[in-house]
């Protein structure tokens, strides 16, 4: 099998692309034959370094959360997968840009038929962060106001269509580029951060999703109704501000969850929930990582392991 693989911390660069030993799945196992990996933000954070007090990981390592494959090989006391199975998870921190990983079967589900394999490997994180921040720890609820910052993202844009299904009106802030893009997902209002300051304009509400953190996060109290939830897996909100504000500050790490996966990929077969995915080959995913880094991809970026 070949994966990327990073010899040491610190910029997007000098990464290998390597043939190494096809792993053996363990017990609760599966071994997947990878179609795509996701990109994420964490993926160039964890490598810079910055992470690494909390998350220490042996040097050289292979990037990359999410995959989506064929089962390949079973590992002792499975249930529910077998051999040819396709799907998609949210593997562990590292790992996933490979062409074949070994995967804990409960942090995996059944890849929705609606969706390519490609477009499914962009789908675990983002769709688990959206659904986790919404519905764990917002507790968001029917007729409420939404306002998610860096909603054209992966993460904006699965909780844009999360938070209108909920029935909530969604206000998002994005470049004037992804105003259609968003509209047509579901928010009710779109504004253009760097044309002007969103506060002014924006109604108060009774959750912030934030998904950019500081300034953006900072200035975010001022629009929610007192009682109302800031929400953020970006940074920990200011607890003082918070309570100057009469409202809650929340920070999470999100969580692998096959089982609300598989819920999520109910609502993909359903097509209620959709996702836009921009391509490139594993063999590129030092350009991915890069593209990442400059915080303007709409929906996700995934690598094809094919190429
Ligand atoms: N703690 C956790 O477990 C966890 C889990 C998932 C994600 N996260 C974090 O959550 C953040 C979002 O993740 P993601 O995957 O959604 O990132 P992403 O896909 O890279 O987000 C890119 C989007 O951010 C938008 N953006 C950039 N600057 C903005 C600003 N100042 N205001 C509004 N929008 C802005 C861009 O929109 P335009 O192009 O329209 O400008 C772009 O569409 C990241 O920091 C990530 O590390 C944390």
Redesign the pocket.
Known sequence: MKAIRVAQYGPVEGLSFEELASPVPGQGEVLIEVAGSGV???DW?VLSGAMKAFIPLQLPYTPGVEVAGRVAAVGENVSGLAVGDEVFGFINIVGGYATEVVASAERLAHRPNRLTALQASGVP??A??AWQALHEHARIKAGQRVLI??????????AVQMARMAGATVIA??????HDYLQALGAAQVID??QAPFEPVVDRVDVVLD????D?QVRSWSVLKPGGVLV???SPPDASLAEAAGACGK????RSDGAQLQHIASLFESGELVIEVQVLPLSQAEDALRQ?KE???????VLDASR
Do not use: E
């Open positions: 994420n933000p964490v954070k994180a983002v688990l962060t910052h860096g909603a054209a993202g992966g993460v904006g844009s699965m802030t994005a470049s004037a580029y992804n951060y760097n998904l950019v953190g500081g953006t953020s897996p970006v920070h999470f790490a999100t990442s915080r303007h991809i709409r929906g996700k970026l």
